[in-house]
């Protein structure tokens, strides 16, 4: 079975902090995604990585960035985390043209 | 720009009552279709895939969807639901002609069945 596990369920950070989300997967996938998912707006694309120290933009990347030193390993940093930044923060992971694996999901709140 | 839409934000049904969720995308080249299911906390999971061949796509616990390419539609059906349905479905899109892996999701469908 495939895993994708993050490194926190729940997390509370003040306003300012850096925030560091942590994904990683098992099965060798080419492709992993940051997706932040709330009520009424489906998922929304953040940063997705194809390859090692590969990265590009999705359709809100403003105010985040992306690290992907190793294949596995897939980190979403808030540089300064603001109050409109509390969501759900889904990683997903893939090979070319399959179906997305998706982890467990990270509930930020940003007080 | 692609987009996906789901019509319908909230359903509300008794079990063994029949289901059918709709989903348009706005992309005409080839496309793969997805639909994925949320149950109340768990993580996204992959309920079934079209990427070519029969239209008529049978998924788990029962689902299907039909890929009508002249309405650029993926909806989702079940004969009977079941207390157990209840979940939030989310249809997504990959457009191949941008060749990416990316998907496009809808906003989400959230399906409550009562007993």
């Known amino acids: 079975d495939v895993k994708v596990t993050q490194s926190s369920r729940y997390l509370v950070k003040r306003t300012g902090e850096k925030v560091f989300l942590e994904c990683v997967q098992d099965?060798?996938?080419?492709?992993m995604f940051w997706y932040r998912q709330d009520p009424g707006l489906g998922l929304r694309l953040i940063y997705f990585?194809?390859?090692?120290?590969?990265?590009e933009k999705g359709d809100i990347p403003e105010g985040y960035s992306v690290s992907r030193e190793k294949k596995e390993r897939f980190s979403l940093i808030l540089e300064s985390a603001s109050t409109n930044q509390t969501s759900m923060y889904l990683c997903a992971s893939s090979s070319r043209t399959t179906e997305q694996y998706f982890g467990p999901g990270t509930r930020l709140t940003v007080t | 720009a692609q987009s996906v839409s789901q019509h319908n934000h909230h359903v509300i049904l008794s079990e063994a009552a029949s289901l059918e969720l709709g989903c348009n995308y706005s992309y005409g080249g080839t496309v793969n279709l997805f639909w994925y299911v949320q149950y109340p906390g768990q993580h996204l999971q992959l309920l079934l895939k079209?990427?070519?061949?029969?239209?008529l796509v049978k998924g788990i616990k029962g689902f299907e969807a039909e890929f009508i390419k002249s309405k650029f539609s993926f909806n989702l059906r079940k004969p009977s639901v079941q207390w157990s349905d209840t979940a939030e479905y989310f249809c997504?899109?990959?457009?191949?002609?941008?060749?990416?892996?990316?998907?496009?999701f809808g906003t989400g469908t959230r399906l409550q069945v009562f007993p």
């Open positions: 079209y990427f070519s061949g029969d239209p």
């Open positions: 997504a899109v990959n457009a191949l002609y941008y060749n990416t892996d990316k998907l496009i």
């Open positions: 099965m060798d996938h080419e492709n």
């Open positions: 990585s194809y390859d090692v120290k590969m990265k």
